[in-house]
T-cell receptor, first 113, second 116 residues
Framework: AQSVAQPEDQVNVAEGNPLTVKCTYS??????LFWYVQYPNRGLQFLLK??????LVKGSYGFEAEFNKSQTSFHLKKPSALVSDSALYFC???????????FGKGTTLSVSS | GAVVSQHPSWVICKSGTSVKIECRSL??????MFWYRQFPKQSLMLMAT?????????EQGVEKDKFLINHASLTLSTLTVTSAHPEDSSFYIC????????????FGPGTRLTVL
């Protein structure tokens, strides 16, 4: 079965420090991977995606993600966290049919000042 | 670009009534739209996929007679929760896929439904 795992329910980091939000996947074929961010009572905002090409993908708001095929991971990173980055982050993958998104359970990022 | 809106953003209704939620792609034509349901502090659960002009495809366990989906145009999809009950209270989010990019979904802001 295809799945996306986010092993951490919550990540806490101090403002200015680097942050990593972990994601691993299990999908058939070449993975199409995404990161979305959700602020309270809001929909999801697209951050970045990996389809093919460079393993390091750069996205919105200074975020980037590193695709690692051998580890089946797609961790989200940012060199210097901001308090405003505090939100719920979802990793997702397209299913085998290439239409439906399979979401991880989400990771709450809390950045303290 | 790729902006998706939902209306209303918040709705409260009495048990037994029906509620319609609209999802619009504002600056692109959406060949495919999706409806998700999200419970507090949980992930999104796909309810159904709709393509313009055809019947929606519902995920297993989703009652198609209860959650009516209409995708009448390339910019509008509606979800009608019929005979709503308190257990239908949830956050409903739609997303849309452009015809140009068949992998990225753009999400609406969500609609919070509270059934009394």
């Amino acid at each position: 079965a295809q799945s996306v795992a986010q092993p951490e329910d919550q990540v806490n980091v101090a403002e200015g420090n680097p942050l990593t939000v972990k994601c691993t996947y299990s999908v058939s074929g070449n993975p199409y991977l995404f990161w979305y961010v959700q602020y309270p009572n809001r929909g999801l905002q697209f951050l970045l995606k990996y389809i093919t090409g460079d393993n390091l993908v750069k996205g919105s708001y200074g975020f980037e993600a590193e695709f690692n095929k051998s580890q089946t991971s797609f961790h989200l990173k940012k060199p210097s966290a901001l308090v405003s980055d505090s939100a719920l982050y979802f990793c997702a993958a397209l299913d085998q049919a290439g239409t439906a998104l399979i979401f991880g359970k989400g990771t709450t990022l809390s950045v303290s000042s | 670009g790729a902006v998706v809106s939902q209306h209303p953003s918040w709705v409260i209704c009495k048990s037994g009534t029906s509620v319609k939620i609209e999802c619009r792609s504002l600056d692109f034509q959406a060949t495919t739209m999706f409806w998700y349901r999200q419970f507090p502090k949980q992930s999104l659960m796909l309810m159904a996929t709709s393509n313009e002009g055809s019947k929606a495809t519902y995920e297993q366990g989703v009652e198609k007679d209860k959650f009516l989906i209409n995708h009448a145009s390339l910019t509008l999809s509606t979800l009608t929760v019929t005979s709503a009950h308190p257990e239908d209270s949830s956050f409903y989010i739609c997303s849309a896929m452009t015809g140009l990019s068949t992998d990225t979904q753009y999400f609406g802001p969500g609609t919070r439904l509270t059934v009394l």
